[in-house]
């Protein structure tokens, strides 16, 4: 009997201390978390999220941290990307940095902040290659999301209304002929034929 009562005094310890260390880095991601929005909101490029733990990622598991960090790193990438000046000089690092924010932006799209990811990722794509159409799918997107996202809905009305603005007009299309595959802005008409 006294073999076993020793065992359970044994085991209630390490569950003890387990318990304590646990608690101990819960404290440490959540000041670890406040401390890297603190040094996010004065230099994005410094901040970090990854404080030292004693049982590795149990705590993060336990408090449910991992999407909230990995959308604060998708966002540091997007300023990174977006600071980084639009010259020939830096084309190339401005593309990297581009292209590693929106697969950040992506991933985090996928978790409960995909609302501001998906914002996110139609600024990156209409200033990129992809152009208005894909900017128009992700704030869609963004606005399924979260139909609160008032900057999703401001952001799609306003590429909405630009689209239209520059779109294709209807009337005299190739040809001559009528219909909504006219050429685009002010002389798209047959050359020749003035007034």
Request: proline content about 4%; aromatic content about 6%; glycine content about 12%.
């Amino acid at each position: 009997m006294k073999p076993l009562r020793i065992a359970g005094a044994l085991l209630l310890a390490a569950i003890a201390v387990t318990g304590a260390l646990l608690i101990r880095d819960a404290h440490s991601w959540r000041s670890s978390i406040e401390q890297g929005d603190a040094m996010f909101a004065v230099s994005p490029s410094r901040a970090a999220w990854a404080p030292d733990t004693v049982l590795g990622n149990s705590a993060e598991a336990l408090l449910g941290t991992a999407d909230d960090v990995q959308y604060r790193r998708a966002l540091q990438l997007y300023v990174d990307a977006a600071k980084t000046p639009d010259r020939l000089d830096t084309a190339v690092e401005r593309q990297s940095l581009r292209a590693q924010a929106a697969r950040a932006l992506l991933k985090a799209s996928r978790g409960p902040h995909a609302s501001q990811a998906q914002t996110l990722l139609g600024v990156l794509a209409y200033g990129d290659t992809s152009g208005a159409q894909a900017a128009i799918s992700n704030f869609s997107n963004a606005v399924r999301a979260d139909p609160s996202n008032a900057a999703a809905k401001f952001d799609l009305e306003l590429l909405l209304r630009l689209t239209a603005a520059h779109g294709s007009r209807s009337g005299a299309g190739p040809g001559g002929s009528f219909g909504t595959g006219g050429r685009r802005g002010a002389g798209g008409g047959v050359p020749g034929n003035g007034y």
